[in-house]
């Protein structure tokens, strides 16, 4: 499977509509790839949370349109990154969004762990509540979105719902990218898992990025890391070693937390 991460730089001089277009053009560039992913929240900026109300669209609005011609004209697999959804009701999500190579909406994703404690995305947004995963011709996708990835419980869910390649689009800041690295080794190690991490470039409302989008096996080694800039990060990996590290080192198998309500004394 021939796999393409955009870590787009979100340029704040850039409007929304300039990007949409600029991203448009680079999926047409990946025609021979399997599998295109996007970052979080690539049309507002993940800190920039004086716009989420603003920019805030349907999950069928300019940016589903846009993505699922960009699908449809490449023949891709595309996992959208996020954007901030406004529901009927008026809530706000951040949303990931995953289209066919028919421009199909093939799921949404609504991110369940929100950043910010008391302040931000945390307060702005609401919460998703389910997991969510899809089957690809040769490995079936687990969504998860930036924050996400610092809960293990979410993961192990999507695991156990069959995810055996797991998609993470992230605005993670630098200030914190040993974390980043660290966590995807980590989630692709006790998941027995890809891991795919797409994050963004330059600086979002006074937030510098920490690039660096990654990918990695099941044994946690790293098949392709980006620098720090604007950049396509392709790799190309064998989604038949999930099933080969599963069998040869069964430690999946050995849970014993998690699979029944506790015993009480």
Known sequence: MRASLFQIDVNEGESVDSRRRRVASLVGEQAGADLVV?????????????????????????????????????GVWLHAGSIPERDP???LYNTSLLFSPTGDLAAAYRKIHRFGFDKGEAVLMGAGRDLVTVRLP?????????????????????????????????????????HWTLLAQARAVENQAFVLACGTAGTHAGVPQAGHSIVVDPWGEVLARAGAGEEVLTVEFEPGKVATTREQFPALKDRMLGLEPPRRR
């Open 38 to 74: 996007l970052p979080e929240l690539w049309t507002t900026g993940a800190f920039a949370y004086q716009a989420f109300a603003d920019e805030a669209e349907p999950l069928r609005g300019p940016t589903h349109e846009a993505m699922a011609k960009a699908a449809s004209d490449a």
């Open 89 to 91: 009701e008026g809530t």
């Open 138 to 178: 040769g490995t079936t996708l687990g969504l998860a979105t930036c924050y996400d990835l610092r809960f293990p419980e979410l993961f192990r869910g999507l695991v156990d719902a069959g995810a055996e390649t797991l998609v993470v689009p992230a605005g993670w800041p630098e200030r914190r990218r040993s």
